[in-house]
Nanobody, 124 residues
Framework: QVQLVESGGGLVQAGGSLRLSCAAS????????MAWFRRAPGKERDFVAS????????YYADSVKGRFTISRDNAKKTMYLQMNSLKPEDTAVYYC?????????????????WGQGTQVTVSS
C-alpha cells in the first residue's frame, strides 16, 4: 500500500511560481505511474499531468502545457509539479495519485491511491 502526502501549495500572485511535492511511502512507488489532478471550487476534478514509473514519459493537459512540468525522483520516492506563469484559473486543490497498472491517462478512476490534496490559490 502506498500513501501519498502533498505539500508546497500556497497563495501566489498571477505570473508567479510554485513547486508542489508528493511524498510517497511504501515500496512500490518506483514501479507506479503517477499523476497530478486538481479540483477547482464548484468544478469537477481535472487531469493536470502524468508521468511514467521511470520518468521517461510525461503528459499534460492542454491548459497547463508549457507552464507546468512534472517530474519524479524515485530514490526519494517523491513526485513534483513545477508550476510557472500561474493564472487565477489555476486556483484549485491539487492532488497526486498513483496506479500500479502503468496507466498514464486522464481517467482518475483508474488511479488506485490518492493524497489528501494541497491548496493552490492564485490572485489576480
Amino acid at each position: 500500500q502506498v500513501q501519498l502526502v502533498e505539500s508546497g501549495g500556497g497563495l501566489v500572485q498571477a505570473g508567479g511560481s510554485l513547486r508542489l511535492s508528493c511524498a510517497a511511502s511504501g515500496r512500490t512507488f518506483s514501479s507506479n505511474n503517477m499523476a497530478w489532478f486538481r479540483r477547482a471550487p464548484g468544478k469537477e476534478r481535472d487531469f493536470v499531468a502524468s508521468i511514467s514509473y521511470g520518468g521517461g514519459s510525461t503528459y499534460y493537459a492542454d491548459s497547463v502545457k508549457g507552464r507546468f512540468t512534472i517530474s519524479r525522483d524515485n530514490a526519494k520516492k517523491t513526485m513534483y509539479l513545477q508550476m510557472n506563469s500561474l493564472k487565477p484559473e489555476d486556483t484549485a486543490v491539487y492532488y497526486c495519485a498513483g496506479n500500479a497498472e502503468y496507466y498514464s491517462g486522464r481517467n482518475g478512476d483508474r488511479y488506485d491511491y490518492w493524497g489528501q490534496g494541497t491548496q493552490v490559490t492564485v490572485s489576480s
